[in-house]
Each structure stands twice: as structure tokens, then as C-alpha cells.
């Protein structure tokens, strides 16, 4: 049961171009969505988040759009560069405080290639 | 520092073999976590403690044991290893509570090939 499904599984977008990674979830108690980037043999690392009270976060060329009603989010990588090439995983996590506090959901992964 | 620490980085099984896989970090976080990646199927959790103690099962916990061993050490052990268990394990660490935005630190990663 995937919780937290992620598209497009693979994107090739050119140099100064915007990629754009979809996610959607159904468990309405989720209130922490983070997004990981992992480069080739290496772990994830934390790349941006977003708490449901605010609809959009940015930090500098990445940004995170979020539809509550929906139940989607989505990073966006404006002028991409060829050092952003690496796999971009959205997550999500419930219970802030609670038992389940700390236990995140992963999506699928997408696979991001920028083209010089 | 050196974070999330992860030994072995390779290992190679046949189907029946033990193994133990060994995290260690140095943030004086408490809550550490075993996740597996396989290709399509993003970073699954297999065991998780909140804190010394405490261990809990996550979503793939078949197959596996884990023992947190200190504050420092969590370990992933195979107790009869599968073809199915082939793939890359990853161990996290992260404050309790996660602090502000609940971060999760990872370690290198461990690829395990079962034949």
C-alpha cells in the first residue's frame, strides 16, 4: 500500500529549464512533507520541506508547492543545472509530537537529469 | 563529525547466511531508523527506535531483527538471508522529535547482494 505516490518516475529537462515532480497522498493526518535528494551512491540528504499551514516555501532555485484540498505538493527546480542530475524523493510524516512522530513515508523517487 | 556511519558498504550473501549490519552516529541523536531502497519502490522502513530502548517495526519488517545497542548504535541483522532481501540499506538518524522540521540524516548505505 504506497501512501505517498510520486511521478513522473524519470524527467530529462536541459539546462535553464524548470523541473517540476509531482507528489499526492492520502492519509490526511500527514502534516510534515519533506523532499530528499540523493545523488548517485550516496543517502538521501534533506533538500527542502513544507508544513501544511503555508501553501508554497521556497529556497532559492527549489520550491515547494502545496494543495491541502488536493492532497498534493510538488517541487519545482527553476534554471535546473547539471549538478541537480540525482534522484528527488518526496516524503511525508504524521503525528508531530505523536507515536508515529519521526516515521516518514517515501515516495517512489524520481530520476532527474539535466541536459547541458 | 562524521554523521551517519554504516559498515559494511558491500556484502555478498548466499541464500541461508546471517549477517549484521552496523549504524553508528555521532549527533547524540535518539531516534534512529533502517530503511531499504529497491528501484521503483523509493526507501521502505524496516525498523525504527524512537529512542534507547525502544525499537519498533515499520513497514517491511519480515526477515529482520534489530537491536539498539546504545544511543549511538542501531543494528540490522539477516537472520537467514533471501534472494528478496538483496538490495540497499540505508540507516537514518534524527533529534527526538525531529526538531523543527524533523530531519532525517542518512549514512552512506549498505548494498547487499544475496545469490
Known amino acids: 500500500q504506497q501512501q505517498v505516490k510520486q511521478s513522473p518516475q524519470s524527467l530529462i529537462v536541459q539546462k535553464g529549464g524548470i523541473s517540476i515532480i509531482n507528489c499526492a497522498y492520502e492519509n490526511t493526518a500527514f502534516d510534515y512533507f519533506p523532499w530528499y535528494q540523493q545523488f548517485p551512491g550516496k543517502g538521501p540528504a534533506l533538500l527542502i520541506a513544507i508544513r501544511p499551514d503555508v501553501s508554497e516555501k521556497k529556497e532559492g532555485r527549489f520550491t515547494i508547492s502545496f494543495n491541502k484540498s488536493a492532497k498534493q505538493f510538488s517541487l519545482h527546480i527553476m534554471d535546473s543545472q547539471p549538478g541537480d542530475s540525482a534522484t528527488y524523493f518526496c516524503a511525508a510524516s504524521k503525528g508531530f509530537g505523536g507515536t508515529s512522530y519521526g516515521k516518514l513515508t517515501f515516495g517512489q523517487g524520481t530520476i532527474l537529469t539535466v541536459h547541458p | 563529525n562524521a554523521g551517519v556511519t554504516q559498515t559494511p558498504k558491500f556484502q555478498v550473501l548466499k541464500t541461508g547466511q546471517s549477517m549484521t549490519l552496523q549504524c553508528a552516529q555521532d549527533m547524540n541523536h535518539n531516534s534512529m531508523y533502517w530503511y531499504r531502497q529497491d528501484p521503483g519502490m523509493g526507501l521502505r522502513l524496516i525498523y525504527y527506535s524512537a529512542s534507547e530502548g525502544t525499537t519498533d517495526k515499520g513497514e517491511v519488517p519480515n526477515g529482520y531483527n534489530v537491536s539498539r545497542l546504545n544511543k549511538r548504535e542501531f543494528s540490522l541483522r539477516l537472520e537467514s538471508a533471501a534472494p528478496s532481501q538483496t538490495s540497499v540499506y540505508f540507516c537514518?538518524?534524527?533529534?527526538?522529535?525531529?526538531?523543527?522540521?524533523?530531519?532525517?540524516?542518512f549514512g552512506p548505505g549498505t548494498r547487499l547482494t544475496v545469490l
Open positions: 537514518a538518524s534524527s533529534e527526538e522529535g525531529g526538531g523543527l522540521y524533523n530531519e532525517q540524516f
